[in-house]
């Protein structure tokens, strides 16, 4: 699976868009961005995923350059439940393919 | 709709002692079945996968071991604990191929080993 990178931190005011990203420069065709996130202590959450076009789901969207290098997750109206690790991860969508995390943008979410 | 159940929340094991987490998904038939590891500040790590009865993959070589006696029963074992395995244990299901909508994980087991 292709390789992710993302900011360490980043922190966001309650109430504004938060745009997370991530690059995926070596991300091959048949190879799709996933987005999870994970609150303390508790066990990772699916958000989005998607393989070139856009996406909008109740929870985020989802914006994929047209390159399919970089991407960003969008959290329209943060609140302070959205702090979290925000995990950015490319893999093929095949039952098979199995889910590896990296290290994620931890998202303060401040008053 | 789909559940899974993992259990117990918490557990302190003194070194030496053996280890039993038991994983259980409904809802669903045939599911894929992951076991991850997160130790204290660090990132997840897959420690087994199953795509079916009897049938395990392991990532990492280690002091841990999983089986898979029914279809929707995921258990993680170790006969003798080390401090190194003190981590939050997390279990986790997806369907069987096509497109993967992702992975659902439970509430996960803090162990601490002493």
């Known amino acids: ?111 | 709709s789909q559940t899974i159940h993992q259990w117990p929340a918490t557990l302190v094991q003194p070194v030496g002692s053996p280890l039993s987490l038991e994983c259980t998904v409904e809802g669903t038939s045939n599911p894929n079945l992951y076991w991850y590891r997160q130790a204290a500040g660090r990132g997840l790590q897959l420690l087994f996968y199953s795509v079916g009865i009897g049938q395990i993959s392991s990532e990492v070589p280690q002091n841990l071991s999983a089986s898979r006696p029914q279809d929707r029963q995921f258990i993680l074992s170790s006969k003798k604990l080390l401090l190194s395995d003190s981590g939050f244990y997390l279990c986790a299901w997806s369907e069987t191929g096509g497109i993967n909508y992702g992975y659902t994980f439970g509430s996960g087991t803090r162990l601490t080993v002493v």
């Open chain 1, 1 to 111: 699976d292709a390789k992710t990178t993302q900011p360490p931190s980043m922190d966001c005011a309650e109430g504004r868009a938060a745009n997370l990203p991530c690059n995926h420069s070596t991300i091959s065709g048949n190879e799709y961005v996933y987005w999870y996130r994970q609150i303390h202590s508790q066990g990772p959450q699916y958000i989005i995923h998607g393989l070139k076009n856009n996406e909008t789901n109740e929870m985020a969207s989802l914006i994929i350059t047209e390159d399919r290098k970089s991407s960003t997750l969008i959290l329209p109206h943060a609140t302070l439940r959205d702090t979290a690790v925000y995990y950015c991860i490319v893999r093929v969508g095949s039952g098979y393919s199995t889910l590896t995390f990296g290290k994620g943008t931890m998202l303060l979410v401040s008053p």
